[in-house]
């Protein structure tokens, strides 16, 4: 009930005030960035012990563009939360853009090597369909997806508000019975 509840709270807020809650979104992206920034020089570093071989140049290039982008995120989101439509949408499209194209030259180097790549592939598409979503519809976190994830949190927290209650009657309805017996 305490879960349907915080659900409907959260998904009403985010339709009343969008832009604090896309502050709080946006800053979550930033620590994310600056997070994959750091498993990224780790993987780099594994990847140099491994093969012994110095691979650093464009893996390391991105990973510190991801930190930097973080951190520059971060700040902005919570420093000038305004510019989240326009400056930082596009921060972040250009990172995901670099992600993909570093991706990509990582793929390629890893096919030719015996060194086995896991999800890459999927995050080399993943990083280039963001980046083109983002720079072609740059409102797109603040419209459409703020909008309709807000509206998916409402329902959840609706049907589990109404499970609980139906829990509720039903587990009370169960008790007099058992109370008659």
């Known amino acids: 009930m305490i879960s349907g509840l915080l659900m409907i709270f959260i998904g009403l807020y985010m339709i009343i005030r969008p832009n ?14 600056i997070i994959d920034g750091v498993r990224t020089m780790l993987a780099v570093q594994r990847l140099r012990e491994m093969l012994g071989v110095r691979i650093r140049g464009l893996s390391t290039g991105k990973a510190l563009l991801n930190m930097i982008a973080g951190i520059i995120t971060v700040i ?9 439509p326009t400056v930082l949408v596009y ?29 890459l592939g999927l995050e080399t598409v993943l990083s280039f369909v963001f ?38 009657v039903y587990g009370g309805r169960l008790r007099k019975q058992s109370e008659m017996r």
């Open 131 to 168: 980046a083109i979503i983002l720079f072609l519809f740059p409102n797109f976190l603040t419209g459409v997806v703020m909008t309709l994830f807000a509206a998916i949190l409402f329902a959840s927290g609706a049907l589990m508000l109404y499970g609980a209650i139906s829990a509720i």
């Open 20 to 33: 604090g809650f896309l502050t709080v979104v946006i800053s979550a992206f930033g620590i994310y960035l």
């Open 91 to 119: 921060i972040i499209a250009l990172a995901f853009l670099i992600t993909g194209c570093v991706d990509l030259a990582d793929l390629i180097f890893l096919s030719r090597s015996s060194v086995q790549y896991g999800g």
């Open 76 to 84: 902005i989101a919570i420093a000038a939360p305004s510019l989240i």
